[in-house]
């Protein structure tokens, strides 16, 4: 196959059926509606169905299957809005998560309609997630990057020592800087960061409590219990029992 004359090829039924990709400033203008969370807008554009066959189409083909053409795109679009959202505030780990959670659905949707349903709750969600993020009080970069360094270690002890020589200032100074802009201590969000990882491991994973309690680097499991129940006021056993992939279940009702 000669790549060149594929292109030169592809351009030529583009031009001749008018499918022009969308402008660099237009996509540049779609992602900073999302980044900077105006729900409002998005709303607006999608109840408008503004993405339809012919917009669709000028994005150009990624393959001959209508489904996973649209699937492609889609795949392009969230690991574009994690970016652009990772530079408007939003932390990496947060994302990330989020971006393979719904590339995941993407793979498992298998008619348009159930990728054009994705499509719209990517965009949703990811854009009222950024409009918490703007009301938040501005975070320092020191406080950043000692959330990032967390959420990098949370498979391991962490001391609040090894936090602030990662983020090169003294663990008062840090300590004091972190409670004032995030609202708690760093011991304490560090333990809400595992906790929620707990949490999503129970309810997305088949990993035992105790390997959950092993992998996130409690004391001991009867610790991480206890720790689990005062947060989410049940065991991690029971908590998995009573909701185990429960919005699995109630999708497929």
């Not at 779609?30 to 994005?59: P, T």
């Not at 795109?73 to 690991?79: D, G, N, R």
């Not at 298998?110 to 975070?139: G, L, P, S």
Request: with cysteine.
């Amino acid at each position: 196959m000669n790549i060149s004359n594929e292109i030169v090829k592809q351009q030529f039924v583009q031009r001749e059926y008018g499918l022009a990709h969308p402008t660099y400033d237009s996509e540049l203008d779609f992602y900073q509606l999302v980044s900077s969370g105006n729900v409002k807008a998005l709303s607006g554009m999608l109840l408008a169905g503004e993405e339809d066959a012919e917009v669709l189409a000028a994005r150009g083909i990624l393959s001959e299957d209508k489904v996973r053409n649209r699937r492609y795109h889609e795949i392009v679009l969230v690991a574009m809005i994690s970016r652009f959202c990772i530079e408007e505030g939003m932390e990496e780990m947060e994302s990330y998560n989020l971006s393979d959670f719904y590339i995941n659905k993407l793979d498992k949707a298998q008619t348009t309609q159930q990728v054009i349903e994705i499509h719209n709750q990517i965009i949703m969600d990811y854009a009222k997630r950024m409009r918490r993020v703007k009301k938040k009080t501005v975070i320092s970069p020191h406080c950043v990057k000692a959330m990032d360094y967390v959420y990098d270690h949370l498979h391991e002890r962490i001391d609040v020592r090894e936090v602030a020589e990662f983020v090169g200032v003294e663990r008062s100074y840090l300590s004091k800087l972190f409670h004032k802009e995030v609202g708690q201590t760093i011991s304490d969000y560090i333990m809400e960061k595992k906790l929620q990882t707990a949490r999503n491991m129970l309810l997305y994973s088949d990993f035992s409590c105790t390997e959950i309690s092993q992998y996130l680097a409690f004391a001991s499991g009867s610790y991480f219990a206890k720790c689990f129940k005062t947060k989410y006021g049940a065991t991690p056993n029971s908590y998995r029992r009573i909701n185990y992939r429960k919005h699995w279940k109630e999708a497929k009702s």
